[in-house]
């Protein structure tokens, strides 16, 4: 039996994901599709639109046949770490022979050959020791990083330009993966798949979802217009839940959350009160090197309590969560190297680590901020379909 694996955030599902995972299972060869999902969190630094067990669910109609979820720790970190998590539990998993992913380039061959050696000297190189270096200079990790890949890619010679190429999230996300299994020593095939423009980008559809509902209908199938309809996230609660969680927190506090530097920790503890809401807080810290993205996952730092840790380098995790199936068949061919959380006995020998115990507030707030029953996040029921 093989797998191909997909690392996303179905934020929410549509006919954009639904074409990725039936052209993945055609282009692979593979008997099953395995979907790795964000959190009730996501990397952009918010809630998802819907809860992870509702696009887990939805997942399966749209061509996923195992649903596995990406801890919170990272499903919430930059690219990087975004990436390395879905990668290493990819990898974890015997069965799992390909990796399929979205970019906005027209020719996947060349984008393989080239972003492979460009992954292979970046992680050959002191990578990090040149973005320190460029970050005296530049202080985005974002532009000095990019800048550090375009210099290796002159030294490459390389046949496309790399500063614009990953200048496109998917490009860039795509690279990530690359350079994780190549970390990792995987044997996993990367497969990019080019994204079709007539399928409208999930940001879109988001701001739709909010403002103009009516619009959405072509975009989504319908039983993931039914699950938009019935409850979506609060946003605005949210957002009200962070800037309380800012204002009651010393500089002390602030400096020590994921992400945070010298002067967003002076910046957020001095501008916070005298802000009207979280819009204007992020509008009024963000500058020419303090990106807005960096900010939103900030945000979620603050809500869920991150503090800066050294858990982002783990090359094991304590568990892997399984949220659904399409055929309980399927989980008798699941071979992985890390323990599987399917059933409330599995998850009694990780519960107290401390990746749990965060998985687990980051459930029961989001539970909270929308109405939601709330289940312990380890305890969640398995979703079956057949």
């Keep these: 039996m093989k797998i191909c694996a997909i690392i996303c955030e179905l934020n929410p599902p549509h006919k954009g994901h639904e074409y990725l995972f039936k052209k993945a299972r055609e282009l692979s060869g593979c008997d099953?599709?395995?979907?790795?999902?964000?959190?009730?969190?996501?990397?952009?630094?918010?809630?998802?639109?819907?809860?992870?067990?509702?696009?887990?669910?939805?997942?399966?109609?749209?061509?996923?046949?195992?649903?596995?979820?990406?801890?919170?720790?990272?499903?919430?970190?930059?690219?990087?770490?975004?990436?390395?998590?879905?990668?290493?539990?990819?990898?974890?998993?015997?069965?799992?022979?390909?990796?399929?992913?979205?970019?906005?380039?027209?020719?996947?061959?060349?984008?393989?050959?080239?972003?492979?050696?460009?992954?292979?000297?970046?992680?050959?190189?002191?990578?990090?020791?040149?973005?320190?270096?460029?970050?005296?200079?530049?202080?985005?990790?974002?532009?000095?990083?990019?800048?550090?890949?375009?210099?290796?890619a002159k030294q490459l010679n390389l046949k496309i330009k790399v500063i614009d190429v990953l200048n496109e999230a998917n490009n860039m996300l795509g690279f990530e993966y690359m350079r994780a299994m190549q970390k990792l020593n995987s044997s996993i095939i990367p497969l990019p798949i080019i994204r079709q423009k007539k399928f409208e980008k999930a940001t879109n559809l988001r701001l739709w979802i909010q403002t103009d509902f009516n619009s959405v209908a072509e975009f989504v199938n319908d039983k993931t217009l039914t699950k938009l309809k019935e409850n979506i996230c609060d946003y605005k609660k949210f957002k009200e839940c962070v800037l309380f969680n800012y204002s009651k927190k010393s500089l002390a506090d602030i400096r020590i959350l994921r992400e945070v530097n010298e002067e967003i920790a002076n910046k957020i503890y001095n501008l916070c009160p005298n802000c009207k809401n979280l819009d204007d807080l992020n509008m009024k810290t963000k500058t020419k090197f303090i990106t807005h993205s960096r900010l939103t996952r900030i945000n979620v730092a603050c809500l869920l309590d991150m503090i800066k840790c050294d858990e982002l380098s783990l090359n094991e995790l304590p568990y892997i969560k399984v949220l659904a199936v399409k055929n309980r068949i399927v989980l008798k061919y699941l071979k992985c190297k890390f323990p599987l959380i399917l059933r409330k006995i599995d998850a009694d020998s990780v519960f107290d680590c401390k990746m749990a115990k965060l998985d687990d507030k980051a459930h029961r707030i989001y539970c909270s901020m929308n109405g939601e029953q709330y289940t312990s996040w380890l305890f969640n029921k398995l979703i079956i379909l057949n």
């Excluded at 997942?59 to 990272?74: E, K, N």
């Excluded at 970050?135 to 800048?147: D, E, N, Q, W």
Aim: hydrophobic share 45%.
């Design 32 to 152: 099953y599709i395995m979907a790795i999902l964000s959190g009730d969190f996501v990397q952009r630094g918010e809630p998802a639109i819907l809860s992870a067990k509702k696009r887990a669910e939805l997942s399966l109609s749209i061509g996923a046949d195992i649903v596995v979820a990406i801890p919170t720790l990272f499903s919430t970190a930059c690219a990087e770490y975004f990436a390395k998590a879905g990668v290493m539990i990819a990898n974890s998993f015997k069965n799992v022979t390909h990796l399929a992913f979205g970019i906005d380039f027209d020719n996947p061959a060349l984008y393989i050959e080239e972003m492979s050696k460009l992954a292979l000297e970046s992680n050959n190189q002191n990578f990090d020791e040149h973005i320190k270096n460029e970050l005296k200079i530049m202080p985005s990790y974002a532009k000095s990083k990019t800048k550090v890949l375009g210099d290796i």
